[in-house]
């Protein structure tokens, strides 16, 4: 970790909201590095070469922010700011301030007694406070959001604060969602059978992980978890239509051949003129097309294009074309597709990434609001010992404050607007981020605060816009500011059995405040859980030390042993134990049930492991074993899914027997 840090450098980071010392996943204390610290405080604002310049550097950013007098954002929940008061300096006097709505009605704020009172209940929305303070012009973006998030009305009228109660959906990646009718990977229309299917056995929900663009030429990099942008689609799952080739099944999801697919097929396809479209749409082709001629990796482009300045000549007229022309499609291609699911009484459930790629269109176009010489990643904890590098640059909380978190809000909205159900992935990261300062090792990074309040009410704002129930992915270690926050604002979490197991005997049951789940795309399908595939991957890969093997299946079978128990199972018997796992899960307390799709015929094989590279793992690009066409058809699956919709229902069940273990 390097020398520790002196008294005035921890001062320093206290006050940028840069932890000096934490709990890593190991239960270990860390105090974090002194070269760490001043790496992450530069990355801030401080201006200082190294330690001793911390305090010249914290003298510097107190005199900065004392004299903005306003906060740079402020709150009113339910329309209200705490006490009628907007925050100011104390014993600065205020002579005037006004209010600009987001639907430009100005109201005049009351400053009679040296301070800003606002008489008026907001309505919900984005507004503009300006104010003349200390003889000085301050603004301040206002957020006035409900204080719980949208959740679906009820027949009497009310409202349910995670979503209809009892209900069930299946999860699945969409482009290993094939049929007979697929080419490389699945599209919307693949993605509409599949609900038409779930509808008609009484689900209520279909999910799929990310929808956002990736990078999809040679160096192909197809996690949907590092997506060139927040703001746009990913044109593999357009249905292309007549030019639609079928290629039967395949061994691998090849993102490369899908887009030269996709590109064939949108050659002859009319551009829609630049003037009708949105300028933020324009400018992402234009990135691409960019990127086409001067190299994908933005950062290594001359200037001024490095700071976002284009001229036509940059620009591949073809590439940008095609952009342009895909992302009009997928657009709508994808109201069609929520039309469709819509009238089969069928929400679609999405995920927003918690990063971007670092050579994306997002942290191009947005360069000021990340922190380019860091990366997100977690402490070593007891899966990833090392600690975890997930590649993509943080944003920087102040900078994403002074735009009134317009970004965040943005790519909240982009898949909110799709979504009758939003999954924020790591929703930790609205509290606290762990950077690692490039080049350093996993183990050397610390945690940045965020301004909590201020990011779930714009995620709370964004929800009710687009009534979208909200899901956060709070798995792992779990701040308890996060957990309280959740609670109070009504945003669902996230049970997964595999890893309740591990906790207790018997097996806690998932309550009323958290979607239930065997596991996700990041642990193995329940089959290979029960087996302990992923086991002997993880060594295979160097992610599990030999010397840990025994212990790790040990723990392993504990679990499996008191999972099989809790519901009544055979641990011997895999057929039995999934279809008592989805009866128990489906007779708890959870609102929502959502089983991943491939547990249903026990796929062993998980989609991804974290922390092996693509050169080790095909991560992202295994395809269903089976097609789509199969599984609708099969017995076995459909009386599983029956056995979960009874559950759901409160019927009764197949049989009574509960076998022991």
Same mark, same amino acid.
């Given at each position: 970790?390097?020398?520790?840090?002196?008294?005035?450098?921890?001062?320093? @980071?206290?006050?940028?909201?840069?932890?000096?010392?934490?709990?890593? =996943?190991?239960?270990?204390?860390?105090?974090?590095?002194?070269?760490?610290?001043?790496?992450?405080?530069?990355?801030?604002?401080?201006?200082?070469?190294?330690?001793?310049?911390?305090?010249?550097?914290?003298?510097?950013?107190?005199?900065?922010?004392?004299?903005?007098?306003?906060?740079?954002?402020? *709150?009113?929940?339910?329309?209200?700011?705490?006490?009628?008061?907007?925050?100011?300096?104390?014993?600065?006097?205020?002579?005037?301030?006004?209010?600009?709505?987001?639907?430009?009605?100005?109201?005049?704020? #009351?400053?009679?007694?040296?301070?800003?009172?606002? $008489?008026?209940?907001?309505?919900?929305?984005?507004?503009?406070?300006?104010? $003349?303070?200390?003889?000085?012009?301050?603004?301040?973006?206002?957020?006035?959001?409900?204080?719980?998030?949208?959740?679906?009305?009820?027949?009497?009228?009310?409202?349910?604060?995670?979503?209809?109660?009892?209900?069930?959906?299946?999860?699945?990646?969409?482009?290993?969602?094939?049929?007979?009718?697929?080419?490389?990977?699945?599209?919307?229309?693949?993605?509409?059978?599949? =609900?038409?299917?779930?509808?008609?056995?009484?689900?209520?929900?279909?999910?799929?992980?990310?929808?956002? +663009?990736?990078?999809?030429?040679?160096?192909?990099?197809?996690?949907?978890?590092?997506?060139?942008?927040?703001?746009?689609?990913?044109?593999?799952?357009?249905?292309?239509?007549?030019?639609?080739?079928?290629?039967?099944?395949?061994?691998?999801?090849?993102?490369?051949?899908?887009?030269?697919?996709?590109?064939?097929?949108?050659?002859?396809?009319?551009?829609?003129?630049?003037?009708?479209?949105?300028?933020?749409?324009?400018?992402?082709?234009?990135?691409? /097309?960019?990127?086409?001629?001067?190299?994908?990796?933005?950062?290594?482009?001359?200037?001024?294009?490095?700071?976002?300045?284009?001229?036509?000549?940059?620009?591949?007229?073809?590439?940008?074309?095609? $952009?342009?022309?895909?992302?009009?499609?997928?657009?709508?291609?994808?109201?069609?597709?929520?039309?469709?699911?819509?009238?089969?009484?069928? #929400?679609?459930?999405?995920?927003?990434?918690?990063?971007?790629?670092?050579?994306?269109?997002?942290?191009?176009?947005?360069?000021?609001?990340?922190?380019?010489?860091?990366?997100?990643?977690?402490?070593?904890?007891?899966?990833?010992?090392?600690?975890?590098?997930?590649?993509?640059?943080?944003?920087? +909380?102040?900078?994403?404050?002074?735009? /009134?978190?317009?970004?965040?809000?943005?790519?909240?909205?982009?898949?909110?607007?799709?979504?009758?159900?939003?999954?924020?992935? $790591?929703?930790?990261?609205?509290?606290?981020?762990?950077?690692?300062?490039?080049?350093?090792?996993?183990?050397?990074?610390?945690?940045?605060?965020?301004?909590?309040?201020?990011?779930?009410?714009?995620?709370?704002?964004?929800?009710?816009?687009?009534?979208?129930?909200? *899901?956060?992915?709070?798995? =792992?270690?779990?701040?308890?500011?996060?957990?309280?926050?959740?609670?109070?604002?009504?945003?669902?979490?996230?049970?997964?059995?595999?890893?309740?197991?591990?906790?207790?005997?018997?097996?806690?049951?998932?309550?009323?405040?958290?979607?239930?789940?065997?596991?996700?795309?990041?642990?193995?399908?329940?089959?290979?859980?029960? @087996?302990?595939?992923?086991?002997?991957?993880?060594?295979?890969?160097?992610?599990?030390?030999?010397?840990?093997?025994?212990?790790?299946?040990?723990?392993?079978?504990?679990?499996?042993?008191?999972?099989?128990?809790?519901? /009544?199972?055979?641990? #011997?018997?895999?057929?039995?134990?999934?279809?008592?796992?989805?009866?128990?899960?489906?007779?708890?307390?959870?609102?929502?049930?959502?089983?991943?799709?491939?547990?249903?015929? =026990?796929?062993?094989?998980?989609?991804?492991?974290?922390?092996?590279?693509?050169?080790?793992?095909?991560?992202?690009?295994?395809?269903?074993?089976?097609?789509?066409?199969?599984?609708?058809?099969?017995?076995?699956?459909?009386?599983?899914?029956?056995?979960?919709?009874?559950?759901?229902?409160?019927?009764?069940?197949?049989?009574?027997?509960?076998?022991?273990?």
């Amino acid at each position: 970790m390097g020398s520790g840090p002196g008294p005035d450098l921890r001062t320093l @980071a206290r006050y940028l909201g840069v932890a000096t010392t934490y709990e890593d =996943g190991l239960g270990r204390r860390v105090q974090v590095g002194a070269e760490t610290l001043v790496r992450v405080c530069r990355s801030l604002g401080a201006e200082m070469g190294n330690e001793a310049g911390a305090a010249t550097a914290l003298a510097g950013i107190r005199a900065e922010r004392s004299a903005e007098h306003l906060a740079p954002v402020v *709150i009113a929940w339910d329309g209200c700011l705490t006490g009628s008061r907007v925050p100011t300096t104390p014993g600065v006097a205020v002579a005037r301030a006004a209010m600009t709505l987001e639907d430009g009605t100005v109201l005049e704020m #009351d400053t009679g007694d040296g301070s800003i009172r606002c $008489h008026h209940v907001l309505p919900p929305g984005r507004h503009r406070l300006e104010a $003349h303070i200390g003889g000085h012009e301050a603004t301040a973006h206002v957020i006035s959001a409900p204080s719980r998030t949208w959740s679906a009305p009820t027949e009497a009228g009310g409202h349910r604060d995670n979503g209809p109660d009892r209900a069930w959906g299946l999860a699945a990646q969409l482009p290993a969602l094939r049929s007979s009718r697929s080419r490389s990977v699945a599209d919307l229309t693949d993605l509409e059978a599949f =609900g038409d299917w779930v509808a008609d056995r009484g689900g209520r929900l279909v999910t799929v992980l990310p929808l956002l +663009p990736t990078f999809n030429e040679l160096p192909a990099e197809p996690s949907p978890y590092s997506p060139v942008s927040r703001l746009f689609w990913s044109e593999l799952i357009l249905d292309l239509g007549v030019d639609n080739r079928p290629v039967g099944p395949v061994d691998r999801l090849d993102v490369v051949r899908a887009a030269g697919e996709v590109r064939s097929a949108l050659v002859t396809r009319a551009t829609p003129p630049e003037d009708t479209l949105d300028p933020e749409l324009v400018s992402y082709a234009r990135f691409r /097309g960019a990127q086409r001629r001067l190299g994908r990796d933005w950062r290594d482009w001359p200037e001024p294009q490095r700071s976002g300045v284009l001229d036509d000549d940059d620009i591949d007229p073809e590439e940008y074309r095609f $952009h342009l022309t895909a992302q009009v499609l997928v657009r709508d291609q994808l109201a069609d597709t929520l039309d469709h699911l819509g009238r089969a009484g069928l #929400d679609l459930g999405l995920d927003l990434a918690v990063g971007v790629h670092p050579e994306g269109y997002d942290a191009w176009s947005r360069s000021g609001l990340f922190a380019h010489d860091m990366s997100v990643g977690a402490p070593p904890d007891a899966g990833f010992p090392s600690g975890q590098g997930w590649g993509f640059p943080p944003l920087l +909380p102040r900078a994403s404050r002074a735009e /009134g978190h317009t970004y965040f809000g943005a790519s909240v909205a982009h898949q909110a607007s799709r979504a009758g159900v939003l999954r924020l992935d $790591h929703i930790m990261s609205l509290t606290r981020l762990y950077w690692i300062p490039e080049g350093m090792g996993l183990d050397e990074g610390t945690y940045v605060n965020y301004p909590l309040n201020e990011m779930l009410a714009v995620l709370s704002l964004e929800s009710h816009r687009n009534s979208c129930r909200i *899901i956060g992915e709070d798995l =792992g270690t779990v701040p308890a500011d996060i957990e309280t926050a959740m609670s109070r604002h009504a945003v669902a979490g996230m049970y997964l059995a595999e890893f309740a197991a591990g906790s207790a005997e018997p097996v806690p049951a998932p309550g009323p405040d958290r979607v239930a789940m065997i596991g996700t795309h990041d642990t193995p399908p329940l089959a290979g859980w029960v @087996a302990g595939t992923d086991i002997d991957e993880r060594i295979r890969l160097g992610l599990l030390a030999a010397g840990d093997e025994s212990a790790e299946r040990r723990s392993r079978a504990r679990a499996v042993t008191a999972l099989a128990r809790t519901v /009544g199972a055979r641990r #011997d018997d895999p057929e039995s134990f999934l279809e008592k796992v989805l009866d128990w899960l489906g007779r708890s307390h959870s609102p929502l049930v959502v089983p991943w799709l491939e547990d249903l015929w =026990g796929e062993e094989c998980p989609v991804n492991i974290p922390g092996s590279g693509s050169a080790a793992r095909p991560n992202w690009q295994r395809p269903m074993r089976r097609l789509l066409d199969e599984i609708t058809v099969d017995p076995r699956v459909s009386e599983r899914v029956a056995t979960l919709d009874r559950a759901r229902r409160g019927e009764p069940g197949r049989t009574a027997d509960t076998a022991g273990v």
